[in-house]
């Protein structure tokens, strides 16, 4: 069993949710060993959070709740347990559908809000050994890493696939999830009947990774009305299997004015899915979601991730606003970029009067700094934080 870079704190009640089979169960399972386990995938006790809540929440003082979103009214029962038996509860749930709703606004001040993303690059090999955007690793360990990228932008980082050494039996492993977690599961946990209907939305995600997330595209290629392509869409983005980066805008009340890009959590999906993409597509969002794994895991302070666009149409891949400056990045699928790839990143040094630290990741393996923006080699992702 592996080590996961999130260590939960002893003494506090947690909330934990992400994508499925992302290793919710085995993480909470491994550092709370002497919490009484139960899931309401488990009829009998799905039955009895229905029927009696309160009952369910004080089967132990020491309680790990899985799958809570299936019964989110179980929540004013956890706060009955942690406040008058000073129990120690943590639920989980593969969906923030259910889970973030206004049954759980009562466990506010008693439970803290996590999430456990699939693996990072690396994470699987021991603890991060260096900053990503600070630090410079050696060449030998940059080679080590560049071995192994090729893998990760195909196969993600669930945890069961990177168990897994056969290639073959990694893409059995995705496409059974395809079937079953992307799909059927996610329907049932969405309360959705129109299973195709999903697919047809999850393959258009695919097919526009990395792009404008207009709903009335997604609509007309799956023959779902705007409502339903939206309501979809919003799956997605609740299951954690996806994420969206809002355009940023100088002040913060026009921050949300453009219209979305959207991202899957990790690049395993689209293998899952059979999607063909383009390389610059799977480079762009292996990078962007191993830094929104880092983000979700608290290593940046930093409460969202945006991307940037001027009217006429100049784009930057990411912006990460830090309390007393921006990080702004782009990504290059080549080896070797030209002067023309570092135009977006001078043109937006020229336009804030905000203090700002500009990165080029790309593919090469030569840390440099060019017109002060910083080249950052992507196998630097390799247990960097």
């Not at 609740?238 to 940023?248: A, D, R, T, V, W």
């Amino acid at each position: 069993m592996f080590t996961r870079w999130l260590s939960l704190g002893k003494n506090k009640n947690y909330l934990l949710f992400g994508p499925r089979r992302a290793g919710k169960t085995t993480l909470l399972k491994a550092q709370f060993p002497h919490h009484k386990y139960i899931t309401l995938d488990d009829f009998d006790y799905l039955e009895m959070a229905e029927k009696d809540p309160k009952a369910l929440a004080l089967l132990a003082t020491k309680l790990i709740i899985d799958e809570a979103q299936r019964v989110p009214k179980i929540s004013i029962a956890v706060k009955y347990a942690i406040d008058e038996r000073k129990s120690n509860i943590h639920l989980s749930g593969s969906s923030r559908i259910g889970l973030l709703d206004s049954n759980y606004e009562t466990l506010a001040g008693r439970i803290e809000p996590q999430s456990l993303p699939t693996f990072c690059f690396g994470e699987e090999l021991g603890p991060p050994t260096h900053s990503i955007f600070d630090d410079q690793v050696s060449l030998l360990q940059l080679k080590n890493a560049n071995r192994l990228i090729e893998e990760a932008l195909l196969y993600g980082g669930f945890p069961e696939v990177i168990s897994c050494n056969n290639n073959k039996e990694k893409k059995e492993i995705l496409k059974n999830y395809k079937n079953t977690y992307f799909t059927r599961d996610l329907a049932f946990i969405s309360n959705i009947e129109n299973v195709s209907g999903l697919l047809a939305i999850l393959n258009h995600y695919a097919i526009s990774l990395c792009s404008l997330t207009q709903v009335s595209n997604f609509s007309n290629e799956s023959g779902l009305s705007h409502q339903t392509a939206k309501k979809y869409l919003n799956v997605i983005y609740q299951s954690e299997l996806g994420f969206k980066l809002y355009g940023y805008q100088y002040g913060p009340a026009k921050r949300l004015i453009k219209a979305p890009k959207s991202y899957f959590s990790d690049n395993g999906i689209l293998l899952a899915l059979g999607i063909s993409s383009s390389r610059g597509q799977i480079i762009e969002n292996f990078v962007i979601s191993e830094i929104e794994k880092r983000r979700k895991l608290k290593f940046y302070d930093a409460e969202e991730m945006y991307y940037y666009q001027t009217i006429g149409g100049s784009e930057i891949d990411l912006i990460i606003p830090f309390p007393d400056h921006l990080k702004v990045i782009e990504i290059k699928a080549s080896e070797n970029p030209g002067k023309k790839d570092l135009r977006n990143l001078k043109d937006f040094i020229k336009t804030t009067k905000q203090k700002v630290q500009c990165y080029l990741f790309y593919m090469g393996l030569e840390y440099k700094t060019v017109d002060g923006i910083k080249f950052i080699p992507i196998a630097a992702l390799h247990r960097g934080k």
